[in-house]
């Protein structure tokens, strides 16, 4: 039996979203459908709790009212734009697992416009939703769960048949001492990409997918590029030279300046942190199809890594598509859990992709 993710504020029409609840137990079981998930563990960081039980879910329902995208703290400032708000939390775990996402407008609730939602909750515009007038609730109901069954079984089918290959790993024990040791060393990482300069390894990934769960945490792709410039410096016995541009503002811009260009153009190897965000993104794809693979002894200078399952392959440019790809995820009974920065599992597959874009730079 499918399950479901309710989304909603209770500031804004509590009343219709519990109305759709008791629909919804009704179509698919009261044990499917989670309500009201961050009030009922006690103890428990409730962000870590709304991403697995979303990773659990086959679709999240968000109840968009008149409300929703306004609503301000005790500060002043939209909870919508905040981290550590439940629905900001929600939604972006959704987009991010690739969780289908259905939309329901209450009163006079209506899809924001992409400018009006923060960066990384952008995608939730491009969800087909529907309308549940308070006159019309229980005929309307009926097509919204049939089509939140079709959208179910949609997604099914297309992840079935989209797992990319496995890459194995190395076992932990396997990294040298020195190189575990200059992971944690309190060395600053030196940039070392000039303009004109040739880069090892030129990281492409999408700017939302590098936001920080804290203020007092760095993102993800930092952590990453980090631990992976420190391993290949240790591997090539000088400064690796690599390349993430962690300060540009992407938005719709396809600009990019003939420096950034030269930068791609000049990499030896590229490393295209692929997640749903990644393959939505015009800048990232025109990155990834820029960048012109080559291969050298039987390996390729294109490394993809994958941060969650890709529920549909042929997003993927055709040159990438059948690339054996690093999993930066493992599967806790059957739901994609990203590895965390400098986890023991991350710290094992960053060090298998080093040997790997080593011994492409040393046979080039």
């Not at 009030?39 to 039980?53: Q, S, V």
């Not at 919508?80 to 009163?107: K, Y």
């Not at 209506?110 to 019309?136: M, Q």
Request: proline share 5%; net charge negative.
């Amino acid at each position: 039996m499918p399950k479901l993710f309710l989304s909603y504020r209770r500031a804004d029409n509590p009343y219709a979203a519990g109305r759709l609840y008791d629909h919804l137990v009704d179509a698919f079981g009261e044990e499917e459908v989670f309500f009201d998930v961050a009030g009922g563990y006690g103890g428990i960081d409730f962000r870590k709790l709304i991403d697995y039980k979303i990773a659990e879910c086959d679709a999240v329902i968000v109840v968009i009212g008149e409300k929703w995208l306004t609503l301000v703290d005790d500060e002043g400032n939209r909870r919508i734009d905040q981290p550590n708000d439940i629905v900001h939390i929600e939604i972006r775990s959704a987009l991010d697992r690739g969780v289908p996402i259905t939309p329901i407008f209450v009163g006079a609730g209506k899809i924001p416009k992409k400018t009006e939602l923060p960066e990384v909750l952008r995608d939730l515009c491009y969800r087909n939703g529907f309308e549940a007038s308070f006159e019309s609730f229980r005929t309307q109901v009926k097509p919204i769960i049939t089509a939140i069954r079709n959208g179910i079984e949609h997604h099914r089918k297309m992840t079935a048949a989209s797992k990319p290959p496995v890459k194995q790993t190395v076992v932990i024990e396997n990294v040298p001492t020195e190189i575990l040791e200059a992971i944690h060393s309190a060395v600053p990482v030196e940039a070392a990409t000039r303009a004109g300069e040739e880069i090892d390894v030129f990281i492409s990934f999408a700017h939302g997918d590098n936001a920080p769960v804290s203020a007092d945490q760095e993102g993800w792709v930092t952590s990453f590029h980090r631990v992976l410039q420190r391993m290949l410096s240790q591997r090539l016995g000088r400064q690796a030279r690599v390349f993430s541009d962690q300060e540009l503002i992407q938005g719709d811009s396809m600009t990019i300046d003939h420096a950034y260009v030269e930068r791609l153009e000049k990499a030896t190897t590229f490393v295209a942190v692929i997640t749903p965000r990644y393959l939505r993104s015009k800048w990232c794809i025109n990155e990834l199809e820029r960048f012109k693979p080559t291969i050298t002894n039987g390996r390729s200078n294109l490394f993809p890594v994958y941060r969650f399952p890709i529920v549909n392959r042929d997003e993927i440019p055709a040159h990438a598509q059948d690339l054996l790809g690093y999993h930066f995820y493992a599967q806790e009974e059957g739901i994609p859990i990203t590895l965390e920065a400098e986890s023991r599992e991350f710290i094992n597959l960053v060090y298998t992709l080093v040997v790997d874009i080593s011994r492409t730079i040393k046979s080039g």
